[in-house]
């Protein structure tokens, strides 16, 4: 199993970026499959999700900003990510896992995430 992102880079607060993540080895659909940051020092955030079901969830702080969404027949994951901050500058993670549990605040349990990619960097400068 192995998970490939790409898409990062340095853009200025206001605009967008898409991140893609490619997997590799299983057939991801029956998975629930997410977005993690980690900004330096502090804890990841699953900030968003799409579960098997094909629900989505977002932390609060992106929601209206980021879309998670995926193409089976490429077995390929995005995230759209519009709008962004400063405060949105942080290592990217592909993730995989199965029932990855969701808090109330919409972000998602790091820890029920099984399978990660290498990470793709984002900054956004103000």
């Known amino acids: 199993v192995q998970l490939v992102e790409s898409g990062g880079g340095s853009v200025q607060a206001g605009g967008s970026l898409r991140l893609s993540c490619v997997v590799y080895?299983?057939?991801?659909?029956?998975?629930?499959m997410g977005w993690v940051r980690q900004a330096p020092g502090k804890a990841r955030e699953g900030v968003a999700t799409?579960?098997?079901?094909?629900?989505?969830y977002y932390v609060d702080s992106v929601k209206g900003r980021f879309t998670i969404s995926q193409d089976s027949a490429k077995n390929t994951l995005y995230l759209q990510m519009n709008s962004l901050k400063p405060g949105d500058t942080a290592m990217y993670y592909c993730?995989?896992?199965?029932?990855?549990?969701?808090?109330?605040?919409?972000?998602?349990?790091?820890?029920?995430?099984?399978?990660w990619g290498q990470g793709t960097q984002v900054t956004v400068s103000s």
């Open positions: 993730a995989a896992g199965t029932a990855v549990e969701i808090t109330a605040n919409g972000a998602a349990r790091v820890e029920g995430f099984d399978y």
């Open positions: 799409i579960k098997s079901d094909e629900t989505t």
């Open positions: 080895g299983y057939s991801y659909s029956t998975w629930d």
